[in-house]
């Protein structure tokens, strides 16, 4: 069974630019989950998608976005990237129900330069 | 408010010595989960073990044992005998009910020298 998988593992953008992130879940998981990780503020919580549609939603600004499509592949995007973005970005997929366990891919370092 | 304390950011040791990590969680659900997992340098966070709040017995698999005790808060993580293979930063995380958000501690980087 292949794992998770992001697309692409590494990025470098220009401040003002914007990013678009890919997430493949594990084969019959509907949740998608992102994080950012930062060495100052750590893991933090995005937001988490299920069935096409957001169902939680961190404290970021509204420059963070997602989606999820009909297969469970999820993109984020990134709109006037700031230098304060550069992290690693990972990825989290669940089969979605309460009590099962979360695997998460190995992650898209982003750098804005 | 959910919160995950790893007070020690860094610990070094010396393969074979016996390591605990720590981590002191805070919460007002009375259902929740906690976790531990793994990070290599590769990124990819391994997931180590799962607890949810009604279940306080100790675990061991292997060299790893992990400690839950709600009166302190606490689920700490024993790593008997350490390798090399070690060496990695460890995260403890809280979940609510539903597993759909993770609330990470800042982890711990876990050095074992040779």
């Known amino acids: 069974k292949a794992g998770v998988t992001q697309t692409p593992r590494y990025l470098i953008k220009t401040r003002g630019q914007q990013v678009t992130l890919s997430c493949s879940p594990i084969?019959?998981?509907?949740?998608v989950s992102w994080y950012q990780q930062t060495p100052g503020q750590g893991l933090q919580f995005l937001f988490e998608?299920?069935?096409?549609?957001?169902?939680n939603k961190g404290n970021f600004p509204g420059r963070f976005s997602g989606r999820q499509f009909s297969n469970s592949r999820s993109e984020m995007n990134v709109s006037t990237l700031e230098l304060g973005d550069s992290a690693l970005y990972l990825c989290?997929?669940?089969?979605?129900?309460?009590?099962?366990?979360?695997?998460f891919g190995q992650g898209t370092r982003l750098t804005v330069v | 408010a959910q919160k995950v304390t790893q007070a020690q950011t860094e610990i070094s040791v010396v393969e074979k010595e016996d390591v605990t990590l720590d981590c002191v969680y805070e919460t007002r659900d009375t259902t929740y989960y906690l976790f531990w997992y793994k990070q290599p340098p590769s990124g990819e966070l391994v997931f180590l073990i799962r607890?949810?709040?009604?279940?306080?017995q100790n675990e061991i698999s292997g060299r790893y044992s992990w400690n839950f005790q709600k009166s302190t808060s606490s689920f700490n993580f024993t790593i008997t005998a350490s390798q090399v293979v070690d060496s990695a930063v460890y995260f403890c995380a809280l979940s609510e009910w539903n597993f759909n958000k993770f609330y990470f501690g800042s982890g711990t980087k876990l050095n074992v020298k040779p």
């Open positions: 607890r949810n709040s009604f279940d306080e």
């Open positions: 084969s019959g998981h509907r949740s």
């Open positions: 989290a997929s669940k089969e979605g129900s309460p009590n099962t366990e979360a695997f």
């Open positions: 998608y299920f069935s096409e549609t957001q169902r």
